[in-house]
């Protein structure tokens, strides 16, 4: 029976409280999930021309394509290769689709051995969202397209700071487990399978990047917005490599074991007239760089970064708290932003930012630097603004504005972003624009998507088609 075509989506995120506490379990951190979106569609691969292989596209980027073979090793997994499309071509990894690709591929062997893995084609679609884009260059050669062609190859984009690597693994791996796998062993919805997924993609993640990370931007991917607190780095501690001796056993073992992972869904409430706004500065951080730093700093000055950090997970339950009393409140207020809730998210806001500056003085790293300072300070001062984080780990990727969602609000927004230099800060120097990016919360993780959605038709290659 011919496998079905399928089609994938996981999104983006902002922590917009915890960075950098999330990387310790005594904390916790609110993290919202984007309604920009990466998706991966799977469709069978004609068997007539291609054998145990799979081929990789990404094509809003120039010379974006990966194809493997692979194989089944005995008790191992299954060992993929990278394969040249013709002699001269030079070989370009993705190590995150590479590393998505084999770990996934030995879940499913190992959970069905006697099922054949049938050759596929796989699709990667980004939302705009996710890369900075300059005003010189044409956004789209389809204005009726909700992808649109980025111009660049991978390597050449500038990223948003939105989380694209952990919804790409998240996605790409959600998209070969709805491929291969009956819907009674995997179905986005369920809980019990966004377990399965989020375990997966993180033990892959982690062994792409080379390290194990806090994990808030997967588990935002899978689960959706929540209250997240890590897991044990301590879990991967006995998986291994890829390819070692015993691989698949230990991977399926920890896929499906219970993780000490905590994600709060009912910690999360935002009112309906209130919205996320996140604003681009076209210039990502280093955040591995930046991390290291902070973590050098607390290691060094313990009794100092534990009491700031205390605070400042005090200041986070706030926050939440008054959300929460927002969302609950909303229906009484004639005017939200005229209400004493407001003022206090207003207050929240503040002073959360006030540690968050303090802990980038004390540590030497520019968690919010003062050009990212001088916008927030100036977004916040507009009516209907409540106020905003340099959010995650900070620097210079998009900031991110809690705002009342009227059209009046946002026009007032825009228009000031539009204007808006971006001043110099003895980091670097003035150069370039703000621009709004076209992303708000939402609440959804992983989810199925139309296969037959017109929005995939222009860019699903029809050779690739049984």
């Not at 904390?27 to 990789?56: C, K, Q, W």
């Not at 986005?188 to 062994?207: E, I, V």
């Not at 997967?218 to 607190?229: E, I, K, L, P, R």
């Not at 959804?444 to 050779?463: L, Q, T």
């Amino acid at each position: 029976m011919a496998l079905p075509d399928i089609a994938v989506s996981a999104p983006g995120k902002v922590l917009l409280a915890g960075g950098y506490l999330v990387l310790d379990r005594r904390y916790s951190g609110l993290v919202f999930a984007l309604d920009a979106r990466i998706h991966v569609y799977a469709t069978p691969l004609d068997t007539a021309t291609a054998r145990s292989e799979i081929v990789v596209r990404s094509p809003q980027f120039q010379d974006a394509e990966w194809r493997y073979s692979y194989r089944l090793t005995e008790g191992d997994g299954v060992a993929v290769t990278q394969l040249k499309s013709s002699s001269t071509d030079t070989l370009s990894r993705n190590v995150f689709i590479e590393t998505a690709l084999s770990y996934s591929l030995t879940y499913i062997s190992a959970i069905l051995p006697d099922a054949v893995i049938a050759p596929a084609s796989l699709t990667i679609l980004a939302d705009s969202s996710y890369y900075s884009q300059s005003s010189s260059i044409p956004i789209s050669d389809s204005p009726s397209s909700r992808f649109i062609n980025f111009h660049t190859t991978l390597s050449g984009a500038h990223k948003t700071g939105l989380g694209s690597s952990a919804a790409l693994v998240t996605a790409f791996t959600g998209s070969l487990l709805a491929h291969y796998l009956p819907p009674s062993s995997f179905s986005p919805h369920t809980r019990a399978s966004q377990n399965t997924l989020h375990n997966l993609a993180q033990a892959a993640h982690c062994a792409a990047q080379g390290k194990v990370g806090s994990g808030f931007d997967v588990a935002a991917a899978a689960y959706g917005s929540c209250v997240y607190t890590r897991f044990s780095p301590t879990l991967l501690n006995g998986l291994g490599e890829h390819g070692s001796a015993g691989f698949a056993g230990r991977l399926k073992s920890l896929v499906e074991s219970e993780w000490d992972v905590q994600v709060l869904k009912q910690g999360v409430a935002v009112p309906r007239s209130l919205r996320l706004v996140m604003c681009d500065v076209d210039c990502g951080s280093q955040t591995v760089g930046m991390v290291k730093k902070v973590l050098a700093w607390r290691k060094d000055n313990s009794q100092e970064a534990t009491q700031l950090w205390d605070e400042l997970q005090t200041r986070n339950e706030t926050l939440r708290a008054v959300l929460s009393q927002l969302a609950a409140y909303e229906a009484a207020a004639d005017d939200l932003t005229k209400t004493e809730y407001w003022k206090a998210l207003i207050k929240s806001l503040a002073s959360t930012r006030e540690l968050i500056r303090k802990m980038s003085t004390l540590s030497g790293v520019p968690i919010e630097p003062h050009s990212q300072t001088a916008l927030l300070d100036a977004c916040s001062a507009l009516p209907g603004v409540a106020g905003g984080v340099v959010p995650g780990a900070g620097g210079y990727d998009a900031v991110a504005l809690l705002v009342f969602d009227s059209s009046d609000v946002l026009q007032r927004l825009k228009e000031f972003i539009e204007e808006w230099k971006v001043p110099a800060d003895g980091v670097r120097d003035a150069e370039g624009k703000v621009r709004l990016l076209s992303v708000r919360e939402e609440m959804e993780g992983i989810r199925s998507e139309d296969a037959n959605s017109v929005a995939y038709a222009e860019w699903i290659p029809r050779s690739s088609r049984a």
